[in-house]
């Protein structure tokens, strides 16, 4: 059985104090240790960014894709290999911005693969660069003056889209 040490590699994360990504990585390999899913068991499709920094600091075989473009390279991976555990990981603006097509495309598909999306309003590693997750007026580096746009709602999107499982949380 694995072990959460057995997903340690010695690499320390450099994310921001308080940054929600230190849970969901601890999350993610409780949730693998639970399941009975070993380092050499599962692949990890990351996107770039700081969700993406992720690649560098888990113990499994792991593909950091281009910007936006995680969700076809977990479906490739999946239309070769149908037993192989899977789980996405990317961020709103890569999601939601460059790849909402791969998103869209994606659910209709219905892969098997988990996908778990980083959502914190913001290109995190442009310091401030809205997304299109981040709220009407809100005021941000690229937007001093608020956000204009109205704020897409991620998961009412992907219902419509059909999505066959859909869960919220908060780290």
Not at 6 to 14: A, E, H
Not at 97 to 121: A, M, P, Q, W
Not at 147 to 152: D, P
Request: hydrophobic share 40%; net charge negative.
């Amino acid at each position: 059985m694995a072990t959460l040490h057995d997903f340690d590699n010695g690499n320390l994360p450099t994310w921001c104090a308080g940054c929600g990504n230190f849970s969901i990585l601890a999350g993610l390999k409780s949730a693998l240790v639970e399941l009975g899913i070993g380092p050499l068991d599962i692949n990890l499709c990351f996107d770039i960014g700081c969700n993406g920094n992720g690649a560098d600091k888990i113990n499994a075989y792991g593909i950091k894709g281009l910007h936006g473009r995680t969700l076809p390279l977990a479906g490739g991976i999946s239309l070769g290999n149908h037993e192989l555990p899977i789980v996405a990981i990317s961020g709103d603006g890569a999601t939601f911005d460059e790849g909402i097509n791969h998103l869209v495309h994606t659910v209709r598909s219905n892969y098997k693969f988990v996908f778990i999306l980083h959502n914190n309003c913001t290109f995190g590693l442009t310091t401030g660069q809205a997304t299109p997750t981040t709220p009407e007026g809100q005021k941000m580096n690229s937007s001093p003056y608020g956000v204009v746009e109205k704020r897409l709602n991620p998961i009412q999107l992907v219902l419509t889209l059909g999505a066959t499982f859909v869960a919220r949380g908060f780290s």
